[in-house]
C-alpha cells in the first residue's frame, strides 16, 4: 500500500506545498490530528495522533494511496521519526513541508544553517544550556513550559539582555512576532505553543578541545589559585561532557570552576567558597570571561551543598577537613559522581585516599611535579613548584 507522510505547513494554506496538495487530492483517506483533517471534509478522515494508532489504522485500510498529514515539516520533532519504522511492509512518500524554524528566520532575514534547533515542548530539554553555548538557537516550547519561561530563566541565569524573537500564530492573519531582551519579554505572556529565536552574542565557545587558560588571564589577588597545569590535568581529570553539572568546592579565584564552565558548556558549575574576599575575586572573574553558567555558592561545605542540584561531577580544591562530610553528601545525591581531589601535604593525600576507599570510590593518585622556567640574565634557571596529588575516581553506584 502506499502511504504519503505529509508536511502541510504552519496551518496557512498558503504555507503548504503544491505537491503536499497533489498528493492530498490523490489520497483516498487522510489521518492525522483532528485540527489537520478540518480544512478536507469531502475526503475520508480518520483522526489519531499516536504513532500506533495512525500505523493500526492504515494496516486496516482497504484504499490506496493514504496520507497521514504533520503539521510543519516531518524532518522536525514531528511524530514522523517514530512512525516510518511501523510503516516498513508500505511504499512511503515523504513530502516536507515548511517549518517553523524556516518561516520565522525568513520573517527575521535570518539564514537558519547555522541555528541551533531545541525543543521544549513536551520533552526534557536544556533549552538555557543551548542557548548559552551557541550565538543564535531556535526553540520550540509548548504545553506548560512557555516562551516567558524560557526567558526569564535566561535572566537567572545571566542573560536577561540576549535578544529573544517570539513568534506565536504563525502564518495565520492573527500572526505575532515581538523582540526584545529577554529581561523585558520574562514579564509577558505569550501563547502556548510558540517559536522563538534568541541571540546570544557571546557564547560558551571553548577554543581549545583541553584546558587552555593561564594563570596570568585570572584575577588573582592573596587568593589561593590552583595553577595552570596541575589545572589542566586536574579538570582533564573529572572528564567532562557537555551537559555536566560540577560542584567546585573551595573554589578559591575561580580558576577550576571556569575551566569546567567552559568544558561542560551546556551544563552548570557551582562555585562554592567561604571566603568573602575570594567571592569578590569569583565574581570578577565571572564576569571578566562571561561565564552563564557559573553559580557562586558563598558558604561553608558541607553545608552549603545541601541545596545544590546532584552533581555527575566534584572538584575538590580545598575541604576545610570536611571531606569525607562533602563526599558523603555528593554520594548520597549521586551514587555515581565523579570526584578529583588536588592535595599538596602527607597528610592531605592519606586523608583522601582513606575517605575514598571508606565511601567505596575506588580512587587512582598521580603525583605531578613542575618545573617552571624564571630568565635571570641570559640564563633560564628551573624554578620548581611544590609537587602536588591529584586523586580521582567514581562512585559505584
Known amino acids: ?54 500505523a493500526e489504522a492504515i494496516d486496516t485500510l482497504e484504499v490506496s494511496p493514504a496520507a497521514v498529514l504533520f503539521s510543519g515539516d516531518v524532518g522536525f ?5 517514530k512512525l516510518y519504522p511501523l510503516l516498513a511492509k508500505h511504499e512511503v512518500v515523504t513530502i516536507p513541508g515548511v ?67 517570539v513568534g506565536q500564530r ?15 519579554l520574562a514579564e509577558e505572556s ?5 517559536s522563538v529565536l534568541v541571540h546570544n552574542p557571546h557564547p560558551l565557545e571553548r577554543p581549545y578541545a583541553a584546558p587552555f587558560l593561564e594563570d596570568g588571564e585570572f584575577l588573582r589577588g592573596k587568593v589561593p589559585m590552583t595553577k595552570e597545569e596541575i589545572r589542566c590535568l586536574a579538570v582533564s581529570k573529572l572528564r567532562l561532557r557537555p551537559e555536566d553539572t560540577v560542584w567546585d568546592v573551595g573554589a578559591g579565584t575561580g580558576s577550576v570552576s571556569i575551566e569546567c564552565a567552559f568544558a561542560a558548556c551546556r551544563g552548570k558549575v557551582f562555585a562554592v567558597e567561604r571566603k568573602p574576599e575570594a567571592v569578590a575575586l569569583l565574581e570578577e572573574n565571572r564576569e571578566k570571561f562571561r561565564i552563564p553558567n557559573l553559580t557562586i555558592v558563598e558558604g561553608l561545605a558541607p553545608e552549603a551543598l545541601v541545596g545544590l542540584p546532584a552533581p555527575d561531577r566534584v572538584f575538590l580544591g580545598g575541604t576545610a577537613g570536611s571531606m569525607e562530610e562533602i563526599l558523603r553528601i555528593a554520594l548520597e545525591k549521586n551514587p555515581r559522581v565523579r570526584v578529583v581531589a588536588t592535595a599538596v601535604t602527607l597528610e592531605t593525600i592519606g586523608q583522601a585516599l582513606g575517605c575514598f576507599e571508606a565511601l567505596g570510590i575506588a580512587a587512582q593518585a598521580v603525583q605531578v611535579s613542575v618545573t617552571r622556567t624564571r630568565q635571570v640574565g641570559a640564563y633560564h634557571m628551573p624554578e620548581p613548584l611544590n609537587p602536588v596529588w591529584i586523586v580521582s575516581g567514581e562512585g559505584r553506584g
Open 170 to 184: 504563525l502564518s495565520y492573519p492573527e500572526e505575532r512576532i515581538v523582540r526584545g531582551a529577554a529581561r523585558a
Open 99 to 165: 517549518s517553523s524554524v524556516q518561516y520565522l528566520c525568513a520573517k527575521c532575514l535570518l539564514p537558519w544553517q547555522d541555528v541551533r534547533l531545541v525543543s521544549a515542548h513536551g520533552r526534557a530539554h536544556n533549552a538555557v544550556g543551548e542557548i548559552q553555548s551557541h550565538p543564535w538557537s531556535f526553540v520550540l516550547t509548548g504545553g506548560s513550559y512557555r516562551a516567558e519561561d524560557l526567558c526569564r530563566e535566561l535572566t537567572q541565569r545571566g542573560l536577561g539582555e540576549a535578544e529573544v524573537i
Open 1 to 54: 500500500m502506499k502511504v504519503y507522510i505529509i508536511g502541510v505547513g504552519l496551518g496557512n494554506p498558503d504555507t503548504m506545498t503544491i505537491g503536499a496538495r497533489n498528493a492530498i487530492a490523490e489520497s483516498q483517506a487522510l489521518l492525522g490530528a483532528p485540527r489537520l483533517l478540518e480544512g478536507w471534509p469531502q475526503k475520508r478522515c480518520i483522526p489519531a495522533i499516536a504513532p500506533e494508532k495512525l
Open 190 to 194: 505569550f501563547d502556548s505553543l510558540a
Open 77 to 81: 520533532y514531528s511524530g514522523a521519526k
